[in-house]
Nanobody
């Protein structure tokens, strides 16, 4: 499986962006896709995930503003980001993972980062 992330850019605070993560290869074996972000000097953190069942989970600070969805026909997962804040500025990555219970475990399959910059 390979992932291709896209959709980042520069937006003013309060604006919106939609990130895309296109999967190629044996995508039918994917248990879950996670969206991570990493700001300069910070650790990479999980912000949203979607399971093969369609259920979704979000980091508390983005809940109500970000929505993760998927289009199975296009093998693509989206991250719709609304009401963006300067603190959302980061490189965003998608990842193939799996859930064990309620915990998301990354597999070593990452899309390239796509930079989101939110100006105040």
């Amino acid at each position: 499986v390979q992932l291709q992330a896209s959709g980042g850019g520069l937006v003013q605070a309060g604006g919106s962006l939609r990130l895309s993560c296109a999967a190629s290869g044996s995508s039918s074996s994917i248990d879950a896709i996670g969206w991570f972000r990493q700001a300069p000097g910070e650790r990479r953190e999980l912000v949203a995930s979607i399971r093969s069942s369609g259920s979704t989970e979000y980091k508390g600070s983005v809940k109500g503003r970000f929505t993760v969805s998927r289009d199975n026909a296009k093998n693509t997962v989206y991250l719709q980001m609304n009401s963006l804040k300067p603190e959302d500025t980061a490189d965003y990555y998608c990842n193939v993972g799996r859930f064990i219970g309620s915990y998301y475990y990354t597999q070593n399959i990452w899309g390239q980062g796509t930079l989101v910059t939110v100006s105040s």
